[in-house]
């Protein structure tokens, strides 16, 4: 993809429709520009391919209400597939919206674009504009990047945002079925996501997290005890330990490994108890032994 192409779709398909009628470099300069017209709503379907999925139904509703009493304000962006038959482009939430309303015609603008630049305007569109959940964003990478040879840091420039956001999102579709539909609702975040995925069982955490109203922190805590458990089976029963202690110690040990740098426990029971610092050098080891005998 030429740089001319990049800089066309980082502006976004307001700007492409600002310029139909003046030449623009790549395949959208050779496409045939029709002038807006009205068409019967029944003759314009959603392209199978938009990765959009999800439409709030209040806020259509919204929408519908506002059709109304102002009509469609912005002309749904198609491209022709048969005779008098149209795909949409862009604008689909207003063509939804207008079936809502009752409307038996919408206004549009044709273009005549391939699949690649159809998918393209998209997701760059529905990006820009945060319409898209974390996972229909994520797969809509995906599709430009297995169909159409993209590569990340291609889509960061795009889009207008870094290559590691873009592998960020890539990563959520590492996630089981179960937890995709808890982000894609909105159920959970695409930091709580993020979190769970290198973890044994992301379904039943994710659950938790989701039961329990956590924040990204919390999830994020419980994921790596998850992956320490993992790496150490005996993690599991001393984290189980460290619940049971009360909250003025567990922020005394927090406190104290702070500010030493290390791994500090404490054990406090009727009135007494043992005070525990780990150390994995001799270097730390001497360093204790100062800090204590300077006191």
Request: proline share 4%; hydrophobic share 40%; charged share 30%.
């Amino acid at each position: 993809m030429n740089d001319d192409s990049k800089r066309r779709l980082g502006r976004g398909l307001a700007a492409l429709i600002g310029e139909m009628d003046q030449p623009i470099g790549g395949p959208v300069a050779a496409a045939k520009v029709n002038p807006d017209r009205m068409v019967p709503i029944e003759f314009v379907g959603r392209n199978p391919r938009n990765p959009r999925r999800y439409f709030d139904e209040s806020e259509l509703q919204e929408l519908a209400s506002s059709i109304r009493q102002h009509g469609i304000v912005q002309p749904v962006v198609v491209r022709t597939i048969a005779q008098d038959r149209y795909e949409i482009i862009a604008g689909e939430r207003r063509w939804r919206a207008a079936q809502l309303a009752g409307f038996v015609e919408i206004p549009v603008i044709v273009r005549d674009v391939d699949d690649r630049t159809a998918l393209e305007i998209a997701i760059v569109e529905n990006v820009q504009r945060s319409d898209l959940n974390p996972l229909e964003e994520a797969l809509g990478y995906e599709q430009l990047i297995a169909e159409h040879g993209y590569t990340q840091n291609d889509l960061g420039e795009i889009i207008g945002k870094s290559r590691s956001h873009v592998a960020n999102s890539l990563r959520l579709l590492k996630l089981p079925d179960a937890v995709r539909d808890m982000l894609a609702s909105g159920a959970l975040s695409a930091g709580h996501a993020r979190a769970l995925i290198p973890t044994s069982d992301p379904v039943a955490l994710a659950k938790s997290i989701v039961a329990k109203g956590l924040s990204v922190r919390d999830a994020e805590r419980i994921a790596q005890n998850d992956i320490r458990a993992q790496q150490d089976p005996s993690f599991g029963q001393k984290a189980s330990q460290r619940e049971e202690k009360d909250a003025d110690t567990l922020a005394l040990e927090r406190t104290l490994s702070d500010s030493l740098g290390l791994d500090v426990t404490v054990n406090h029971k009727n009135g007494g108890g043992q005070l525990r610092i780990a150390y994995k050098t001799l270097d730390q080891l001497e360093e204790i032994c100062r800090l204590l005998e300077r006191r």
